[in-house]
């Protein structure tokens, strides 16, 4: 089992930038991918980026060249930085971690099994 916690959610202005933390605990050994979902009300659990053997990494297009993936192992901690945030990143964000089958898959949601409690992003105009 793992355990995931996220925190650094918040309400920003168009423009404006966060940064979330997911702490993991447990069986984090067991895991070779991490990564970050989000959804908005009524659409689904989208990808937004995500990180395979602790090095590669991948984003949705949407976000490219503006959130930027980032993972501490030592503290078995996985972090967001948002940048440039749009009214369009307003959603709920989840931490994910899980064993995935290739660097491919790494943003699909059916890849994980272990999801944190997630946390509020809104970003007003």
Known sequence: QV????????????????????????HVYSTNCMGWFRQAPGKEREGVAAIYNNKYSRYADSVKGRFTISQDIAKDSLYLQMNSLKPEDTAMYYCAADSCSDFGSILSRYEYNYWGQGTQVTVSS
């Open 3 to 26: 355990q995931l916690v996220e925190s650094g959610g918040g309400s920003v202005q168009a423009g404006g930038s966060l940064r979330l933390s997911c702490a993991a605990s447990g």
